[in-house]
């Protein structure tokens, strides 16, 4: 897959052909016409190049294969076939946090278009993913089990503050906050 090809420069890009080329299903229903969601995309750019970067030589480490990402979790049953093509298939993102090479770290909690549930995490150093850097890609079926196995404490507890904010911003305070808070069907 040529990534620049799929992903051209937000500049370039319209709300059309914005969402990465994976199949005619995903297209129809990954709503890759909102403007987060290109937000979104537009913060990963880094990080996803480097997957299964078919531009790059064979022994070149700046390549992140799915199968060296991909992280089982125990107990689980997921395998690097439910990755599917991801980054391809993404379907929602339900919570991101933007990268900063040498900083902080990409955080990427996502649906993808099998239904399963991602989680994936990147770091690198100042100097990008090409020289030393880091990737782990989890699926599960369900998001419960991502961030009680995937999140660090520290991953786990922004996202509980990002649920908490969810919440107060709730129109009244018996809303009960449910998945399709953060994605529309």
């Not at 750019?45 to 299964?52: A, G, H, R, T, W």
């Not at 995937?150 to 709730?170: D, G, P, Q, V």
Request: charged fraction near 25%.
């Amino acid at each position: 897959m040529d990534y620049d090809k799929n992903f051209p420069p937000l500049s370039t890009q319209t709300t059309a052909d914005a969402m990465p080329v994976a199949t005619a299903d995903a297209m129809s229903c990954a709503k890759p016409k909102s403007r987060i969601f290109l937000m979104f995309l537009s913060w990963f750019f880094q990080p996803f190049k480097y997957i299964n970067a078919s531009t790059r030589g064979k022994n070149d480490y700046s390549v992140y294969k799915l199968s060296s990402i991909f992280r089982p979790l125990f107990g689980q049953t997921a395998s690097l076939k439910d990755a599917g093509t991801f980054p391809n298939n993404i379907k929602y993102f339900i919570w991101c946090q933007k990268g900063i090479n040498d900083e902080k770290p990409w955080l990427l909690l996502c649906r993808l278009t099998n239904g399963k549930y991602a989680y994936f995490s990147a770091s690198c150093d100042y100097t990008g993913f090409s020289c030393q850097g880091g990737m782990s890609l989890y699926i599960s079926d369900t998001i419960e089990v991502l961030v009680d196995m995937a999140m660090s404490t520290r991953e786990r507890e922004k996202y509980y503050s990002f649920l908490e904010k969810k919440r107060r911003r709730s129109t009244d305070g018996r809303h009960k906050l449910t998945l399709s808070d953060f994605w529309k069907k």
